[in-house]
């Protein structure tokens, strides 16, 4: 069966080579992932038995799953250009799509100073619905994206699934945490807790590494070497007592 999801791929990246250079493949194809992502939330046809790592198993779609999709890449390794994205814009209008949906933006910044917000009025003004995410900022004030009245602004929503771990210490002590692994366990023996952090001396060179530029070294006991051993006995005292 053939599928006809992706019926228009356009790139535009002038903007782009006008401040970098002919630097990345000009193509339309997606070579990061994000916009095969963000085209598959919007309109992705019906997945059976999708599930993340064994977990939620069910059916996948997108919003729209019987959409067609045109793309147009318009974000480059480096950043995304505003007249690039407006070129997008306008091509999208020219091509007669149906809505317009964008997986990208900035801070909030004043309307007439934002590429998008400018490029999702006109869209609008033609008729076509203009929807665009919130960002991936926050939770603090003026962290939303594409807050234009006439841009509808899509957030993340709330899952409805857990998945819970458990931890065990040797005093019978449990916390719980949050896991994606679904293989065999580890059993029911003890195992040793790995901390993931540098050891007590190593912290001392770095702490000392600018001292022992500076330090004379023919003075005795005041060398960086003689410091981070004078520290490392009294840590050892200490952990005694």
């Known amino acids: 069966m053939v599928l006809k999801k992706l019926i228009c791929a356009q790139?535009?990246?002038r903007g782009y080579n006008m401040a970098?250079?002919?630097k990345e493949t000009q193509t339309p194809r997606d070579e990061d992932g994000h916009g095969t992502h963000t085209a598959s939330t919007a309109a992705g046809s019906q997945v059976a038995n999708a599930s993340l790592l064994d977990y939620a198993s069910g059916t996948a779609r997108g919003m729209a799953p019987h959409a067609q999709v045109a793309a147009y890449k318009v974000c480059w390794k480096?950043?995304?250009f505003g007249s690039d994205i407006l070129a997008g814009m306008e091509q999208a209008i020219i091509d007669g799509v149906d809505v317009l949906s964008l997986s990208?933006?900035?801070g909030s910044v004043p309307y007439y100073r934002y590429t998008i917000?400018?490029?999702?009025?006109?869209?609008?003004?033609?008729?076509i619905p203009v929807s665009c995410s919130a960002g991936n900022n926050g939770p603090t004030k003026s962290t939303l994206a594409n807050v234009a009245p006439w841009i509808m602004t899509v957030g993340?929503?709330?899952?409805?699934?857990?998945?819970?771990a458990y931890a065990t210490l040797g005093n019978r002590q449990k916390f719980t945490g949050v896991s994606l692994y679904s293989g065999r366990g580890i059993g029911e023996k003890m195992v040793e807790m790995v901390y993931n952090c540098k050891s007590f001396k190593d912290k001392i060179e770095e702490i000392t590494e600018s001292l022992a530029k500076t330090t004379d070294d023919s003075e005795e006991g005041t060398t960086a070497a003689n410091l981070i051993e004078k520290l490392s006995v009294e840590s050892n005292d200490t952990e005694e007592k």
């Open 11 to 13: 790139f535009f990246s």
């Open 20 to 22: 970098y250079g002919d």
């Open 78 to 80: 480096t950043s995304c």
């Open 104 to 106: 990208l933006g900035g």
């Open 117 to 127: 917000a400018i490029g999702a009025f006109a869209t609008m003004e033609k008729g």
């Open 156 to 164: 993340a929503g709330t899952l409805d699934r857990d998945f819970p």
